[in-house]
């Protein structure tokens, strides 16, 4: 095998790379206030090094050339970070198939794709185990701070000047990382899962090529999309507080108070129970209570959220990119979703008796959206959300040939 280069970043930013607000790996690594904090290297049969960039504007002359030899293999757990952080921050740019990713290698063999876990899995030494104090390091460096109003506000971060020794205890636990994912990197060589069998191999690099590309998306339909959804949501809302009195309808707990009242007997307002219900002959429903069932049933469409995770997603040219997870399913071995999890897209409905599978229904439903006709798609359909949801498959949207 040729020579590896074992790498792996530390750094810092605003936006955000998980939870609810991520905004994905893409635009994480493009972000203006995204910064290097440090880099641990490492090359088979070494000492694994520590480049820290506010101590050495320049990347190590022995580094750069590594990187930039097509003959070293670079290594690096869940791969396309640091790829990524290179091209975008560092200027340099690798393509996947020179990278193994024992993040990858993991998921072949059906282990968790976090490298602590993996670890343990693999039982490696206390020495070689990736440090338990990882996580809280990350939060006191990586994650941005907000000052007190009566301290001026505004946000922070902790740095090398601000926890001297906290600082040293992060540079040795990147340091470590790069040792742990060499053993983990071995094991895996032994147990026949790194480098992947070839045809799994080249499937992977094909989800990098697609992840890299991400799909074309009209990110101004998305946001009419989104605002008519919140203008339909808000007004559902309004309208059944007014029909039931009461005082939230976004509290399940004061709609089940309210609809016990009404002969609702279940504990529970899920989609499939309450429809069972409706469809109940014996159940003793006031009308009334069947009139709101019914309306928040349809309110209840959580489908128009995707819309605000894609704009969250997209790319400043218009695609959304790292959708797909290789193997993240990994019992299985097949793909999952990331992100705006686009493998669960609602599936078109008829919207009233309007079958939104015909593609002229689509083509006006549409026209209407990019005309932003609130009132027009209410008295045409009947309901904005489910037109939402039947069309959400639409936002992406193929560039023009030139």
């Known amino acids: ?49 520590l480049w820290q960039p506010h101590l050495l504007d320049t990347m190590p002359p ?33 393509p996947a198939s020179r990278f193994l990713d024992p993040q990858v290698g993991a998921r072949y063999l059906s282990m968790p794709a976090n490298l602590e876990s993996v670890c343990e899995i693999l039982d490696l030494p206390p020495n070689l185990q990736k440090d338990k104090r990882g996580a809280a390091l990350i939060d006191l460096f990586s994650e941005p701070k907000t000052r007190k109003k009566k301290e001026g506000g ?5 740095d090398w000047n601000s926890h001297p020794k906290e600082w040293e205890e992060f540079c040795n636990y990147c340091v470590r990382d790069v040792v742990a994912e060499e053993e983990v990197a071995r094991r895996m060589g032994i147990l026949g899962a790194l480098p992947l069998p070839p045809f799994e191999q080249k499937l992977w690099i094909f989800d990098q090529t697609v992840n890299d590309r991400g799909m074309p998306t009209d990110r101004v339909f998305v946001e009419k999309m989104y605002r008519l959804a919140l203008r339909s949501k808000a007004e559902a809302k309004e309208n059944f507080e007014k029909l039931t009195g009461v005082e939230n309808a976004n ?10 009242t009404q002969g609702y007997p279940y504990p529970s307002l899920s989609k499939d129970v309450v429809a069972s219900a409706l469809k109940d002959p014996n159940l003793k ?8 069932l019914e309306m928040r049933k349809e309110a ?44 669960n897209f ?19 439903a549409r026209a209407m959206i990019q005309a932003e006709d609130y009132e027009g798609i209410k008295a045409t359909y009947g309901s904005v959300l489910l037109v939402v949801k039947s069309l959400i498959r639409t936002v992406f949207v193929a560039p023009r040939e030139a």
């Open 1 to 49: 095998m040729n020579k590896i280069l074992r790498l792996d970043f530390e750094t810092r930013g605003t936006a955000e790379l998980s939870g609810k607000n991520s905004v994905g790996l893409y635009n994480y690594a493009n972000h203006p206030e995204t910064k290097v904090l440090m880099l641990a290297w490492k090359f088979d049969t070494k000492e694994p090094l």
């Open 62 to 94: 022995t580094l750069y050339k590594a990187l930039q030899d097509p003959e070293v293999t670079v290594s690096a757990f869940n791969s396309a970070f640091e790829r990524y952080i290179l091209q975008y921050k560092l200027g340099v740019i690798i």
């Open 154 to 158: 505004g946000i922070y971060f902790n």
């Open 251 to 260: 509290s399940p707990a004061q709609i089940k108070t309210w609809a016990k």
């Open 285 to 292: 429903l006031t009308d009334l209570c069947r009139k709101a």
């Open 300 to 343: 209840a469409s959580t489908s128009y959220q995707k819309l605000r995770k894609i704009l969250l997603c997209i790319s400043p040219d218009g695609r959304l990119p790292g959708q797909f997870v290789f193997m993240g399913s990994s019992r299985c071995g097949r793909w999952s979703g990331n992100n705006v999890q686009i493998h």
């Open 346 to 364: 609602a599936r078109p409905a008829v919207v009233g008796g309007h079958d939104f599978e015909d593609m002229k229904v689509v083509k006006e």
